[in-house]
């Protein structure tokens, strides 16, 4: 893939995009459940569907209004997963702002764990939620500095 359209998508990402790691609230679950996720909400609809174009995969929202002061209408691209692990994967040699946000959802998805809704170890279930909190932390609202 072209280095100068993944460096463009980047700076989009790193300007306008949500990633992280989500924590999936389930009663039922023996196991803690978290999912990869980038989004991108904005109001220029040809720059989110350029991004959903060079990267070939996600879904695109329809429009929607909102709930702010202005009203604008805005649109989505996001993907979820193995998808947010591949995006994160192709872009993070040229990300900045969002590049620890994408280490963290690499080193989730390099996690081993056990499947079929065996109980995952103590140790295991840690480093899940220490990286959750991490991610948690660098995407809070406000004034942030770089170490």
Avoid at 49 to 62: E, H, M, P, T, W
Avoid at 71 to 90: E, N, P, Q
């Amino acid at each position: 893939m072209d280095s100068s359209l993944l460096s463009w998508t980047a700076g989009i990402v790193d300007g306008e995009a949500n990633v992280d790691l989500l924590l999936n609230k389930s009663k039922t679950s023996i196991n803690p459940s978290f999912t990869p996720k980038v989004k991108i909400d904005m109001t220029h609809f040809a720059t989110v569907r350029r991004v959903r174009q060079i990267l070939g995969i996600g879904a695109v929202s329809d429009p929607r209004t909102s709930n702010n002061v202005n009203g604008s209408d805005y649109i989505t691209w996001f993907v979820s997963s193995d998808d947010a692990i591949y995006v994160c994967k192709l872009l993070l040699p040229f990300l900045f702002t969002k590049k620890r946000q994408a280490e963290i959802l690499l080193a989730y998805w390099d996690i081993p764990r056990l499947k079929g809704g065996k109980p995952q170890s103590d140790e295991t279930i840690i480093k899940f939620h220490i990286l959750h909190d991490e991610i948690r932390e660098l995407n809070k609202r406000g004034k942030h500095h770089v170490k």
